[in-house]
């Protein structure tokens, strides 16, 4: 079936540098979302990628969707404390209307 | 808006006993989903509905776990007997009706965390 991975598992940064977590998938997307789920809580929508290529930022945050809509990249410029959690893509099961959840990255920021 | 709920937060059952959870979708949300989520791990699909029709329940243990949601808006999961490996958190998400090939954002609850002794 269809697997969505990630990479890396986990990463431990310093305050203040970046961080990219990729996402890679066994099938070409429609589209992918990606999502954060802080330690304890629920995962909660960040956004999604439709097109080719396509690029998204929200602050410090950078989404890439790739050429061939079967990879992914979230980027986060000058980490702070606040953006610890665990960060997954998803993407649509081929032919059915269903998320795939990918393994997922944690992140972890120390002052 | 408010948002989706759930409950209870928290369970502890012994193995073999049985256990419900319910969730209350975004209010014009058709589609709901049920995820185990187990320490560590992404979000696993368990059922999707869309109004009170299953679209999806191919990684449902239909053995042990059932789900239902008879008006097409809650929805009760249930499992019964329950096992060990069962522990884990038990989310709740609704999206709007998608398209073909497209799934919209999905709204989660804040889940249930099951404890199986």
């Known amino acids: 079936g269809q697997q969505v991975m990630q990479i890396p598992q986990y990463q431990h940064v310093q305050e203040g540098e970046d961080f990219t977590t990729y996402c890679n998938s066994s099938?070409?997307?429609?589209?992918i979302q990606w999502y954060k789920q802080r330690p304890g809580g629920h995962p909660v929508f960040l956004i999604q990628?439709?097109?080719?290529?396509e690029v998204k930022k929200q602050k410090r945050l950078t989404f890439q969707f790739g050429e061939a809509k079967k990879n992914s990249s979230l980027h986060i410029t000058a980490t702070q404390t606040t953006d610890v959690g665990t960060y997954f893509c998803?993407?649509?099961?081929?032919?059915?209307?269903?998320?795939?959840f990918g393994t997922g990255t944690r992140l972890l920021v120390s002052p | 808006e408010a948002g989706v709920a759930q409950s209870p937060r928290y369970k502890i059952i012994e193995k073999r006993q049985s256990v419900a959870f319910w969730c209350n979708p975004i209010s014009g949300h058709a589609t709901l989903y049920w995820y185990q989520q187990i320490l560590g791990q992404g979000p696993k699909l368990l059922i999707q509905f869309q109004n009170n029709g299953v679209v999806d329940d191919s990684q449902l243990p239909k053995d042990r776990f059932s789900a239902e949601r008879l008006k097409g808006v809650d929805s009760t999961l249930k499992i019964q007997p329950a096992k060990l490996e069962d522990s884990a958190v038990y989310l709740c998400?609704?999206?709007?009706?998608?398209?073909?090939?497209?799934?919209?954002?999905?709204?989660f609850g804040p889940g249930t965390r099951l404890t199986v002794t």
């Open positions: 990628l439709v097109k080719s290529g």
């Open positions: 099938t070409t997307l429609s589209n």
């Open positions: 998803a993407g649509p099961n081929t032919g059915f209307q269903k998320l795939v």
């Open positions: 998400a609704s999206s709007l009706v998608g398209t073909a090939g497209h799934v919209n954002e999905q709204y």
